[in-house]
């Protein structure tokens, strides 16, 4: 059974920092790609960032030199550091796992900006 558990989310002033973690169990972490996503309400869910089980990166541009996705395939966890965090970053965020045709995704943390 695959799980993805995320933790950290939370409320935070503007300008401030979050980080996310994403615990993994039932898959073999190393192989997948880890990305996060983002869904606020009334809006479709967004790609924020996501990276390779060989550590290559990717961002959404409304995110990138503000957040930083790692990940520790010895711990199967992938984190989301979020930076310089703005009321527009506002949304549950959702852990996923992708190999080819397999998809998983977590239940969501919420993360609120505001002042």
């Known amino acids: 059974q695959v799980q993805l558990v995320e933790s950290g989310g939370g409320l935070v002033q503007p300008g401030g920092s979050l980080k996310l973690s994403c615990a993994a169990s039932?898959?073999?972490?190393?192989?997948?790609?880890m990305g996060w996503y983002r869904q606020a309400p009334g809006k479709q869910r967004e790609l924020v960032a996501s990276?390779?089980?060989?550590?290559?990166?990717n961002y959404d541009d409304s995110v990138k030199g503000r957040f930083t996705i790692s990940r520790a395939n010895a711990k199967d966890t992938v984190y989301l550091q979020m930076d310089v965090l703005r009321p527009e970053d506002t949304a549950v965020y959702y852990c996923?796992?992708?190999?080819?045709?397999?998809?998983?995704w977590g239940q969501g943390t919420q993360v609120t900006v505001s002042s």
């Open positions: 039932g898959i073999i972490f190393g192989i997948y790609t």
């Open positions: 996923n796992a992708r190999r080819m045709t397999l998809f998983y």
């Open positions: 990276i390779t089980g060989g550590g290559s990166a």
